[in-house]
Nanobody
């Protein structure tokens, strides 16, 4: 089993910034990527960004956050970060981190095998 613990959520005004962190208890040999998803009330969970593991060389972002969010991986600390800037009210939701196998993509929750419990992000206008 892998435990993922997110932190860093909170309430900010539009245009503000937040940095989310996700600490993993360990990696498995199947872990090829780590990512962030979010879910707003009444909406499906959507992928935000992912980063390849262990090297961190491949980063993929949802169109809605490109240029505003940055994902990074500190493999030695088993931690993935999501720096969020220029936040908008539509960025509000619960943010989840997850570990994924080689087939994991942000377009789907398929192949993401471990999930954190989430951290709330609220952006007010």
């Amino acid at each position: 089993q892998v435990q993922l613990v997110e932190s860093g959520g909170g309430s900010v005004q539009a245009g503000g910034s937040l940095r989310l962190s996700c600490a993993a208890s360990r990696y498995t040999t199947d872990t090829k990527t780590m990512g962030w998803f979010r879910q707003a009330p009444g909406k499906e969970r959507e992928g935000v960004a992912r980063v390849s593991s262990p090297g961190g060389g491949v980063k993929v972002y949802a169109d809605s956050v490109k240029g505003r969010f940055t994902i990074s991986l500190d493999y030695a600390k088993n931690t993935v970060y999501l720096q969020m800037t220029s936040l908008k009210p539509e960025d509000s939701g619960i943010y989840y981190c997850a570990t994924g196998t080689g087939g994991a993509r942000i377009a789907s929750t398929q192949n993401w095998d471990y999930w954190g419990q989430g951290t709330q992000v609220t952006v007010s206008s």
